[in-house]
Each structure stands twice: as C-alpha cells, then as structure tokens.
C-alpha cells in the first residue's frame, strides 16, 4: 500500500482502513459493514502482492459523519 500523507486526515474524525483479507468476499464484507456506520469513500480498487495470499484494499471513513440507523433512516425518509 502507498503511504498514508497527513492530508488524508487533515482533521481530527477521518480515518484511513488498510484492510487484509484472505480473499476479495471477505474484504468487501468488511467494507461494506463500515458504509453502513459512517461516511465512507469505498476502496476504488484492491491490491494483490504477487508470491502473498490474500487481498488488499484501502478506505477512507469519516466517524464525524455516523450514517442513521434502520430505524432512523425510516422516520426521516431516507430509506
């Protein structure tokens, strides 16, 4: 993975995920239960190291944004 620069998190609330799995369901799987709390710039592609198992992705989430919950969503329309 490329290295983390200070203006990826430039404020306090922002995250950046290097994420390992030992295959591409398992890392979307962890991608996707993550989009679902916060704000999240989805991995635009995964990395694979050649001669290492497994896949490699990189997101970038926003905890000062939590996204509403089933419940919340429903009340406020946005479901």
């Known amino acids: 993975m490329d290295p983390i620069r200070e203006l990826h998190l430039s404020e306090p ?3 950046v995920v290097d994420v390992a799995g030992a295959d591409e369901a398992t890392v979307m799987a962890f991608q ?3 989009t ?3 704000a ?3 991995a635009e592609h995964m990395t694979r190291e050649p001669g290492q198992p ?3 992705i990189r997101l ?3 905890l000062r944004q939590a996204l509403p919950g089933p419940v919340e ?3 406020s329309g946005m479901q």
């Open 13 to 15: 609330g922002l995250l």
């Open 32 to 34: 996707n239960a993550v």
């Open 36 to 38: 679902r709390t916060w």
């Open 40 to 42: 999240t710039a989805p």
């Open 54 to 56: 497994g896949v490699r």
């Open 60 to 62: 970038y989430a926003d």
């Open 73 to 75: 969503a429903a009340e």
